[in-house]
C-alpha cells in the first residue's frame, strides 16, 4: 500500500446500489436469534464454530505445534522460540556477476539499467518452484514487486536514496519502471545448508513494467485494448502494481495486477476532466498521478492514450522455467484489482481460479475453465485460462447448513445477462464486459465486501478461504453488528454446494472477525473480535492468506501498526497460524518497524518456509533500518524460517 493520508483501496469507487456483505452479516445473526447490541459474546460465540465439512466435532490434536510469539514493536523479525528466521534476497540484489548491476552500493544510487539486472523493490507475492519437482534444496524463487514507497509526487522514500528527490527525469521513470514487475531468481542450497543465489544462471530474469507481454483470450483485439502504438490490441507493454499471486498445476506463477490505477493521470491543463465512466470506476485520477510517470511517458497519460489503462488490471502468467517465453495477460479472468489467485479443480477436472477485487466495497469472482485439466500434458494445459466463465459472489442469508451462517450464488458475467434497466454504462460485446468487470459486477447486483484480499482453499476439504481487510469508511451498521468502522477486518470461507468447485451456489460463514480485546470500549462488542481472537493473539487488517499442505491456515497482516489506541498491544504486523477445525490462532512471527507481512511459499518438504517484509520504514521519519541495521535505509526483503531440529515448520 502507498504512504497515503488514506490508503487508496479505502476509497470506493463503487457508487452502485448494491447489497454491503455487512447487511447479509447482519439478517443473518438476527434471524438466528443472536442477542442484540451489547452482548458482543454471544455473537462472538456464534462465529467460532468448528469446521463445517472437515469431519466430527470431536476434539482433536491442535495442528499448532509452536509458542506463540508476543506482540512487539521492535525492528527486527521475531520468530517463534525454536525457528530461525534469516534475510534473503533484498531489494537490489544482484542477479548477476558483472555488468550493470553487479554491485549495490547500498544507497539507493543505482541507475534503471543497473536496477533491470537486480533483485526489484517491494517483494510481494511468491512461489518457490522446485528444480525438478520435488528437490527441496534447489530451484526458482519467483516473487512479484508491487510497487515504490512514496511520500510525495516526486520524492520516492528509498528508490533514489534518503534525500528528496527532484522533480521526475526520464531516467528516474526508467528505474522506478525497472523496480516493479517479477524477478525469477534460481537459488540453491550450499554444502553447509545455506541458501545462495545461483548468479548468471540462465533462468535469472527480470520482467518489468516494460517487458513486452501478450494480451490473450476473449478480450485480446478488442478496440478498448488498442493504441497508437498497438493497433492490434495484443501486445502490452509491462506489469506493475502487482500484489498476491498465484499458481497453476502445470507449474506457472500467476502475478495479479492490483493498483494500476495509481500510474496513470494527465499532464494536459484542460477544464475538461477526459475520464470515461469506466475510467473513474477503477480509480484513475483526473490530476498528475502520485507517481508522474505520464510526465515522462505518454503511455500513462490517459488524455493521450485513452485506452493504455484497460490493458492493465490483468492476471498475468509467467513460465518461469522458460526465459524465452513472453508473458501473456489473461483476458478471459477479468479486470480488476487482483489481489491473488487460488486454483482449485472440478469435479470433472476444469480448473477453477479465485480472485478477489482489494478495493473497499469490490467483489469476488471465479473463474471456471472450458477444458479440462489433463495430467502431465504442458502443452494441453498450456491455454486453460483462455477460455471459460466468469462469475461474481453475491451473498445471502437463506438458509444454512451446519455452522454455516447463510448461502451464496455465482452469477455469470455475461452480455446477454446485464439488466435493460443498468444505464451507467453501455456494454458493447463480452471482450467489454471483461475489460470492465467491475461495472459488469455492479450491473448484475454483485454483493460489497470488505476490501477482499487473498483467497486460498483448503488442501482437503476444498472449502474457500478470503481476507477481507478492512472498510474504515463503511457506514452500515445495525444493534447486532455496531461495526460502522470496520477497522479490524475479518475471514470469511464458503463451502460450494455438493464440494464441488463448479457449483454455483454455495454456503458461508465467517471464520475469524479480527478485532482488539484489550481496548476496554470494545470489550462486549464485536470490535473485540471473535471468541477466537484473545489478549495473546490481537489482530488487524488480515491480508496474506495460504494453507500449507497439512491443512495449517497462515495469516498475514498488513494494518496499522501504531500499537496505541485502537490498536493497543497489537505491535507491529505479523504472521499468525490458525487450526481450522478448532479455529485456534497463534502469533508464529512478528515483523520490523512498518512493514507489511506478505507472500508465502515453502519447500517440498515443508522444512523451508519463505516469506516477504514489504516496505519497512516505509513513512521515512523515525522508521526502520532493517535488514541492513545501523542507519541504512530499509529495504524490502524475503526471510527463510527454518526449525532448527530441521523438522516440519507449525509442527
Not at 542477479?95 to 539486472?117: K, P, V
Not at 477526459?274 to 470506476?281: A, D, E, F, L, N
Not at 505491535?571 to 508464529?588: H, Q, T, W, Y
Request: aromatic content about 10%; overall charge negative.
Amino acid at each position: 500500500m502507498e504512504i497515503k493520508s488514506i490508503d487508496s483501496e479505502d476509497l470506493p469507487t463503487n457508487t452502485s446500489q448494491n447489497e454491503h456483505f455487512q447487511s447479509v452479516v447482519n439478517r443473518a445473526i438476527n434471524r438466528r436469534g443472536f442477542l442484540k447490541f451489547g452482548s458482543g459474546a454471544a455473537v462472538a460465540t456464534f462465529l467460532a464454530g468448528p469446521l463445517a465439512g472437515c469431519g466430527s466435532s470431536d476434539p482433536v490434536p491442535s495442528l499448532l505445534g509452536f509458542k506463540a510469539v508476543a506482540a512487539n514493536a521492535l525492528d527486527t523479525v521475531t520468530v517463534a522460540e525454536g525457528y530461525t528466521a534469516t534475510t534473503f534476497v533484498p531489494w537490489g540484489t544482484p542477479l548477476f556477476s558483472s555488468g550493470a548491476g553487479a554491485t549495490w552500493g547500498g544507497t539507493g544510487s543505482e541507475t534503471a539499467a543497473d536496477q533491470a539486472r537486480q533483485v526489484g523493490d517491494n517483494h510481494d507475492g511468491m512461489h518457490f518452484f522446485s528444480i525438478d519437482g520435488t528437490s527441496s534444496t534447489e530451484g526458482l524463487l519467483v516473487m512479484n514487486h508491487e510497487y515504490n514507497t512514496t511520500v510525495s509526487t516526486t520524492n520516492y522514500l528509498t528508490l533514489f536514496g534518503p534525500t528528496p528527490a527532484p522533480a521526475n527525469t526520464l531516467e528516474r521513470v526508467n528505474k522506478a519502471i525497472n523496480s516493479w514487475g517479477c524477478s525469477v531468481i534460481h537459488i540453491k542450497k550450499d554444502t553447509a545448508n545455506k541458501w545462495n543465489v545461483v548468479k548468471d544462471s540462465s533462468y535469472n530474469r527480470r520482467i518489468t513494467a516494460a517487458t513486452p507481454m501478450q494480451l490473450t483470450g476473449p478480450a485480446s483485439g478488442d478496440a478498448l485494448l488498442k493504441t497508437s502504438v498497438d493497433t492490434t490490441g495484443t501486445e502490452v507493454l509491462g506489469t506493475f502494481n502487482n500484489c498476491g499471486n498465484g499458481i497453476t498445476p502445470w507449474g506457472t506463477y500467476l502475478t495479479c495486477e492490483e493498483n494500476f490505477n495509481n500510474n496513470f493521470g494527465t499532464t494536459v491543463a484542460t477544464s475538461v476532466d477526459g475520464r470515461t465512466v469506466s475510467m473513474k470506476r477503477y480509480g484513475i485520477t483526473a490530476a498528475t498521478s502520485g507517481y508522474a510517470w505520464e510526465t515522462q511517458i505518454d503511455r500513462f497519460d490517459y488524455k493521450k492514450e485513452a485506452n493504455e489503462s484497460n490493458r492493465h488490471g490483468w492476471i498475468v502468467e509467467i513460465d518461469p522455467f522458460d526465459v524465452t517465453s513472453k508473458p501473456k495477460k489473461r483476458t478471459a479472468l477479468g479486470r480488476f484489482k487482483h489481489e491473488n489467485a487460488a486454483y482449485a479443480f472440478t469435479k470433472d477436472k476444469r480448473v477453477v481460479v479465485y480472485m478477489g477485487d482489494d478495493q473497499a466495497d469490490d467483489y469476488i469472482y471465479k473463474f471456471i475453465s472450458t477444458d479440462k485439466y489433463v495430467e502431465g500434458n504442458q502443452r494441453a494445459n498450456a491455454n486453460l485460462l483462455d477460455s471459460g466463465k466468469l462469475y461474481v459472489a453475491k451473498f445471502g442469508n437463506g438458509s444454512t447448513t451446519g455452522d454455516f451462517m447463510g448461502t451464496g450464488e455465482w452469477v455469470e458475467l455475461k452480455l446477454s445477462s446485464i439488466p435493460s434497466s443498468y444505464t451507467t454504462y453501455t456494454f458493447s460485446n463480452q471482450a467489454d464486459v471483461l475489460i470492465n468487470a467491475r461495472l459488469a459486477g455492479d450491473a448484475l447486483g454483485a454483493t460489497k465486501m470488505d476490501r477482499p484480499e487473498w483467497v486460498t482453499v483448503h488442501p482437503t476439504s476444498g472449502e474457500v478461504y478470503v481476507t477481507l481487510t478492512n472498510n474504515s469508511g463503511r457506514t452500515v451498521a445495525d444493534e447486532a453488528n455496531p461495526r460502522t468502522s470496520n477497522i479490524y477486518g475479518q475471514i470469511v470461507r464458503w463451502r460450494e454446494t455438493g464440494g464441488d468447485a463448479a457449483a454455483l451456489t454455495f454456503d458461508w460463514d465467517i471464520f475469524v472477525l479480527a478485532g482488539n480485546p484489550t481496548v476496554t470500549a470494545n470489550v462486549g462488542t464485536t470490535k473485540a473480535g471473535s471468541s477466537n481472537v484473545t489478549a495473546d493473539n490481537t489482530f488487524n487488517s488480515p491480508d496474506g492468506l495460504g494453507f500449507d499442505k497439512f491443512g495449517r491456515l497462515w495469516i498475514q497482516t498488513d494494518g496499522s501498526y501504531d500499537n496505541s489506541g485502537n490498536y493497543a498491544n497489537q505491535g507491529n504486523n505479523s504472521m499468525l497460524a490458525a487450526d481450522p477445525v478448532s479455529k485456534e490462532i497463534r502469533r508464529f512471527l512478528v515483523g520490523p518497524k512498518q512493514c507489511e507481512v506478505t507472500g508465502l511459499t515453502f519447500t517440498p518438504d515443508s522444512k523451508t518456509l519463505f516469506i516477504n517484509i514489504q516496505h519497512p520504514g516505509e513513512r521515512g521519519s523515525n522508521g526502520s533500518n532493517w535488514p541492513d541495521g545501523g542507519t541504512a535505509m530499509p529495504r524490502s526483503a524475503t526471510v527463510i524460517i527454518t526449525k532448527n531440529d530441521g523438522g516440519v515448520i507449525g509442527t
